[in-house]
């Protein structure tokens, strides 16, 4: 007799478990390049690769593509919504998931030429031509109805981070590219802004409905910046660079806020990881760092990605840069975490949020 009020209190324990545990959106689906990249760049015959010791030496799954020593602010936001981490939609050969696909890929950018001088990566028109063929191809399978695919991506979780390279390996390497003499900063600022918008339509036209678009940090401040010009200017970060990278996430909030006015059910959200990084960078205690101007891993003299099997520094969570491109997980976890609880970070909406509307 007293068996039977146990097993109720079992299952009731068990649902209420599930109920804890079940994700707060269908799916996360990440474009970007390589601060996102969670293994792409793997499969691609590229040179812009981090699948090799010490990248991922902080990681459960050790080095899997990402630029970085831990996670991402990706691989943070699906722990928070529940999810899995989304994986790299280039290693996904058979079954499709339904919890989201990452397309980000290292050394791209906005624009289709950046990063082709490394070989091949995903442009973000490729990341978004994949995700059509997630949408029209892959995903139909798994739904009764296009009411209930539609009803799922307008509730799944988009995330961006690009740009950074379109400055950092296009515009400002005017020995590699020829950008920056034909578009004075203004005019490129906006040439990449037109270019996000186009990408934005799309992806509304496929179905997404609540994106959040992270503004590019301060590039002016990172090592393979700063070792360059280390004798030709004064302070920590060469703020030149800064200023010119400001005017497209000055750009930014504009163009969010008039799509999500003129696209129905839509939300755009943006992600302020320009002051939070640069005030990192400025007052590390703040943030408990105490390096902000080296990388952990030890970089090529050119100062780009960690010389492959060189152990990094001790204490990586301590550190802003991993390598002299890309920050640690340490700072990763905080943006993530901003941008999911504060609605002064990310905004108008936090994710959390978002996933109500």
């Keep these: 007799?007293?068996?039977?009020?146990?097993?109720?209190?079992?299952?009731?324990?068990?649902?209420?478990i599930l109920i804890h545990?079940?994700?707060?959106?269908?799916?996360?689906?990440?474009?970007?390049?390589?601060?996102?990249?969670?293994?792409?760049?793997?499969?691609?015959p590229t040179l812009a690769k981090a699948d090799y010791l010490p990248y991922g030496v902080n990681f459960v799954k050790g080095a899997t593509?990402?630029?970085?020593?831990?996670?991402?602010?990706?691989?943070?936001?699906?722990e928070f919504l529940g999810l899995p981490y989304s994986p790299p939609y280039m290693s996904i050969w058979r079954s499709t998931p339904v919890t989201g696909f990452n397309y980000a890929s290292g050394s791209c950018g906005i624009l289709p030429e950046t990063g082709d001088l490394?070989?091949?990566?995903?442009?973000?028109?490729?990341?978004?031509?994949?995700?059509?063929?997630t949408v029209q191809s892959d995903l139909p399978k798994h739904f009764k109805s296009s009411y209930d695919l539609s009803e799922y991506l307008s509730k799944s979780i988009?995330?961006?981070?690009?740009?950074?390279?379109?400055?950092?390996?296009?515009?400002?390497?005017?020995?590699?590219y020829n950008t920056s003499k034909h578009y004075p900063p203004q005019p490129?600022?906006?040439?990449?802004?037109?270019?996000?918008?186009?990408?934005?339509?799309?992806?509304?036209?496929?179905?997404?409905?609540?994106?959040?678009?992270?503004?590019?940090?301060?590039?002016?401040c990172i090592p393979s910046i700063t070792r360059k010009v280390r004798n030709k200017h004064n302070g920590q970060c060469v703020e030149e660079i800064n200023q010119v990278v400001s005017l497209f996430n000055q750009g930014l909030p504009a163009l969010l806020k008039t799509l999500t006015s003129t696209h129905e059910g839509s939300t755009f959200v943006l992600g302020q990881a320009n002051f939070l990084a640069y005030d990192a960078i400025k007052h590390p205690s703040k943030y408990g760092l105490t390096d902000s101007e080296t990388p952990c891993c030890t970089t090529w003299e050119?100062?780009?990605?960690?010389?492959?099997?060189?152990?990094?520094c001790p204490h990586a969570y301590q550190h802003f840069f991993w390598d002299a491109f890309h920050l640690t997980e340490t700072v990763y976890s905080v943006i993530a975490t901003r941008c999911f609880n504060d609605a002064s970070f990310c905004s108008p909406f936090n994710i959390k949020q978002l996933i109500q509307l």
């Excluded at 269908?26 to 792409?40: K, T």
């Excluded at 593509?65 to 691989?75: E, H, P, Q, S």
């Design 188 to 220: 490129f600022a906006q040439l990449l802004v037109d270019a996000l918008s186009q990408g934005f339509e799309k992806l509304y036209s496929l179905g997404a409905r609540k994106i959040v678009m992270f503004e590019i940090g301060p590039i002016g």
């Design 21 to 44: 545990s079940s994700p707060l959106a269908p799916a996360l689906y990440v474009l970007g390049d390589s601060l996102f990249d969670s293994g792409n760049n793997n499969i691609l």
């Design 118 to 133: 490394f070989g091949k990566c995903l442009n973000l028109q490729e990341q978004i031509d994949l995700f059509q063929r």
């Design 158 to 176: 988009f995330i961006l981070s690009i740009g950074s390279n379109d400055y950092i390996i296009n515009y400002l390497q005017p020995n590699l």
């Design 302 to 312: 050119n100062g780009s990605g960690c010389i492959p099997l060189l152990p990094p």
């Design 65 to 78: 593509g990402r630029f970085t020593n831990g996670r991402t602010v990706a691989d943070f936001i699906a």
């Design 1 to 16: 007799m007293t068996s039977m009020p146990l097993i109720f209190l079992s299952i009731f324990l068990h649902l209420v």
